[in-house]
């Protein structure tokens, strides 16, 4: 591949192309690398809050708004299926129109939807609405890459995305404490209202500052034949991974979904051979870096799931923790994230990115395999040293496979590249979260009966069964208020012993996904199309 000069779309209109992207002198804070970074990240920061803060609220919005407790699923689900589903057209907007322009109008779609979330009445509202966010954010989140690529030059833009991956990893581990505060002393809608100011200072930033960057031979038509193909196999496989927890892994449903979703690749794969002017042109998975950055960033996602999902759990419902304690208690983990990923960009600048990658999924398995130690009784320092190991692990590959994706495109498909990047992370979630939440449930499911014989207590139905297994494995005991204080006892220690058995085998998959990446990362290399982004600049 050969690199590509961008230009500055917001120049002359005779015609002539603008000099190369970068703050022209004179020409103030538009286009400045540094005030553009922090300009996405305040962007960035409201999607990637959202992934985890509207957990906090769930339960609120389910009682405030009397719904039940599949309507307050597809709060999240209908986000995440929004966002997954359009990550790769809204890049390829991006490509096309502007980055600039798909920015700012991302950040006003999503902070307008998240007012309307919090002025909604109805559960069918709030659904409706999550929608738009993450349609919104999909505009968003490759569009913040894209300007990023074009504005810094190759020997600083891994530290951009060291920052700009400080920052959704922050966000993403910090949701639960914010939304807990929130939550706790305010009401849930303030969950979504705090995305209004904070849309609105993003907007105001990036039409004040960012500059458009548009590449010479960006895309001038639109694969729509490829668009739905690609469409609709996202929306199979998100919608199986989301379904197949409850619906089961051995259900038809969830394999007749699967199944269209690998005939829509294929189908999609085959126009793309075919099309003058594809939306993924299949050229570039060529790239052995790429590709294996891709799969790097989807292994990384079900690891960081699998260190998380049942955490918060095992803090709330074993501990005992509020929210707010439980996000508290995470702080190790998002503090080494901070810490850790503009060490990690510069680590990779200097070093390549195989070493770092290698080496960061190499310490997640460690901390993983810690996690997977954790008792009912295990103390706040050890838990600490875990956290902070998994945060400290995950830094340099959220950099480093971002930049081995993004740096291994050509410049006029940056925006598809950043949507393949976030489109890896969302799968790697939501696999992560069904093939480990099927984990948990088959030893829960294995264990309980045994371990409630063992203890003495009334044999179940396998109606009470279901309930009872349902209720363990988010690590709650199946009690009731008219229960007698030795019964409770007992159930709460069978229901907490079974949980953590199912955290402890969820923890050791997950720890063997990060084994596998390791040898992933042995295939990456630095961005051989890195220096087509900004030539001169104030950096």
Known sequence: ???????????????????????????????????????VAVGVMMVALD?????????????????????????????????AVTLITAGKLGDRFGHRQTFLIGVTGFAAASGAIGLSGSI??????????????????????????????????????????MVIGASTAGGPILGGVLVEHVNWQSVFFINVPVGVLALL?????????????APRSFDLPGIVLLSGAMFCLV?????APSWGWGDGRTWLFIAGSVLLFAAFALWETRVAEPLIPLGLFRSVALSAGVVLMVLMAISFMGGLFFVTFYLQNVHGMSPVEAGLHLLPLTGMMIVGSPLAGTAITRFGPRVPLAAG??????????????????????????????GLGLAPV??????????????????????????????????????????????????????????????????????????????????????????VTKITAVAHDTFLSGMTLASLVAAGVAVLAIFVALFTKRGANAEAGAGVGHI
């Open 398 to 487: 959220m950099v480093g496979a971002t930049e081995v994706i993004v740096g291994n495109a050509p410049m006029e498909l940056s925006g598809v590249a950043g949507g393949l990047q976030q489109a890896a992370m969302q799968i790697g979630s939501s696999l992560g979260t069904a093939v480990l939440g099927a984990v948990m449930a088959s030893r829960v499911d294995s264990e309980l009966p045994g371990k409630w014989a063992q203890a003495g207590l009334p044999k179940l139905t396998p109606g009470q069964l279901d309930k009872a297994s349902e209720a363990v494995q988010v690590g709650v005991a199946p009690v009731t208020k008219d229960m007698p204080e030795p019964v």
């Open 205 to 217: 930033l990036g039409a004040l500052i960012l500059l458009d960057h548009r590449a010479e031979n």
């Open 1 to 39: 591949m050969t690199s590509q000069t961008t230009v500055d779309a917001t120049g002359p209109g005779d015609g002539t192309p603008a000099p190369p992207s970068g703050p022209r002198p004179g020409a103030g804070l538009r286009g400045h690398p540094w005030l553009t970074l922090i300009t």
């Open 124 to 165: 069918a509202a709030v659904v409706t609405f999550r929608v738009f966010q993450g349609l919104f954010g999909a505009l968003l989140m490759p569009a913040a890459l894209g300007v990023l690529r074009a504005t810094f030059p190759a020997e600083k833009l891994n530290m951009a995305i060291g920052v700009w991956g």
């Open 51 to 83: 992934g985890t803060i509207v957990a906090i609220a769930n339960p609120a919005i389910r009682d405030d708004l009397h719904a039940s407790f599949a309507d307050v699923q597809w709060v999240s689900n209908a986000y995440f299926l929004a966002l």
């Open 361 to 390: 999924m190499a310490v997640t398995g460690v901390a993983l395999y810690g996690m997977s130690t954790l008792e009912a009784d295990t103390g706040s320092g050890v838990m600490s040293l875990w956290f902070a190991l998994l």
């Open 239 to 243: 919608w199986a991974l989301i379904k």
